[in-house]
């Protein structure tokens, strides 16, 4: 493809996850030029917003201006997504009851709260359940969880569930800032296996405790449906995990190596906030959070990408002078990734979009600061 035709396409992958705001006018245009869509194609289901595209085209009245087989490819996914969001309901309504007398804090994080209270059903979907907790409170979590059934360990779809060695254990709390997952076999049609992320750190190392108990104070409870419900982190707070997350995978090493660093859906989880909760007032409670955190760097690195993806959200009131007040004065760290084990730290020339849709970051990265042997 040449350089004007890749820019167009990534535009239209964009494009194509505005579910809140889709230019109409916009994406005519885009649909009506000699794009290479099967690459778009690709890059939708890579970036894990497949179901968006089908849903926006569907809502912009675009649907039938594409070719057949990408439009079935598309409606494939959101249909499976749908059945995927209703699976996960009843996951979470058996995670409900299973915390609700627990003595300690605690707040779910990512697609438990986007996919039921965020996105319109079959968009945003989850391969598992991610809790937020102090890490005091993780052993008590743990006896929570194994008193009903679950282990900690690793599955692949048809084979059994294969239990964790204390390396693996002690190195994902290291290095992590997480716990291996907890899983258990689930009765549930189309879920085979419940899967619990125990999270107690906004980055990948232990974390200051005390940004996590504060974070904790402030818990809110959403509904899931009459007589189910969850805790889940306030409004400012939600976005800065979201954002510190996003930024923990982009910048370690093992995340790029795993191609599991980057992906459309994560800036397309702050994109919705914004635009959900996003006005002047909010946008200085937000920078007043993310300076208490002190978690300045992350919150610019994800906020800053998730403004390339949705330039709209430039028009919000407030939004530009928050990413300005968090946005530190050396920007390097925008294109470092670090090895924790060792403190190598690697670098990148690509600008942002070539970064975001490149297949293959890892084989692009270049050593800048040699780290200490352990």
């Known amino acids: ?10 535009k239209l992958v964009l494009e194509l996850t505005r579910f809140l705001d889709y230019d109409s006018e916009y ?3 885009l649909l009506s030029e000699p794009l290479d869509m099967p690459w778009v194609l690709g890059q939708l289901c890579w970036n894990r917003v497949a179901g968006i595209a089908y849903y926006v085209l569907k809502e912009s009245g675009n649907l039938y201006r594409v070719n057949r087989d990408f439009r079935f490819s598309l409606e494939s ?5 749908c059945k995927k969001n209703s699976s996960n309901m009843q996951a979470l309504c058996y995670l409900s009851e299973l915390f609700s007398d627990v003595d300690f804090s605690y707040a779910m994080l990512k697609g438990s709260f986007l996919s039921s209270a965020v996105y319109p059903e079959g968009l945003r979907t989850s391969n598992d359940f991610d809790l937020l907790m102090s890490l005091s409170d993780v052993s008590s979590c743990e006896k929570i969880l194994k008193k009903a059934g679950f282990i900690q360990g690793y599955y692949r779809p048809g084979q059994e569930l294969v239990p964790a060695d204390r390396k693996q254990i002690l190195e994902s709390r290291l290095n992590r800032g997480e716990t291996v997952p907890f899983l258990k076999k689930s009765d549930i049609d189309g879920l085979n ?4 992320d125990l999270n107690f750190s906004l980055d990948f190392k232990t974390g200051d405790e005390n940004q996590i108990t504060d974070m904790l104070k402030n818990v809110i409870s959403f509904s899931l449906k009459e007589g189910c419900s969850l805790l889940t982190l306030s409004e400012e707070d939600f976005i800065i995990q979201l954002c510190t997350h996003l930024y923990k995978e982009a910048s370690v ?8 660093d980057l992906a459309i859906y994560k800036f397309c ?9 996003g006005e002047k007032s909010f946008f200085q409670k937000l920078a007043d959070r993310i300076e208490c955190f002190n978690v300045q760097k992350e919150c610019c690195y994800a906020l800053a990408g998730t403004l390339e993806c949705y330039s709209s959200l430039g028009k919000l009131d407030g939004f530009q002078k928050l990413l300005d007040e968090i946005t530190p004065k050396d920007t390097s760290f925008l294109k470092e990734i670090i090895l924790p084990k060792t403190g190598e730290i690697y670098t990148y020339n690509q600008s942002f979009f070539d970064w975001l849709f490149l297949s293959d970051r890892f084989s692009n990265l270049q050593l800048k600061t040699k780290g200490v042997s352990i």
Do not use: C, T
């Open 27 to 29: 994406l005519n245009f």
């Open 253 to 260: 090493f093992f995340w790029v190596k795993q191609k599991r």
């Open 269 to 277: 989880d702050i994109y919705a906030l914004l635009l959900k909760w």
């Open 1 to 10: 493809m040449n350089d004007s035709s890749k820019v167009l396409e990534q």
């Open 77 to 81: 996914i959101y249909e499976s997504g």
């Open 193 to 196: 296996i419940i899967e619990i």
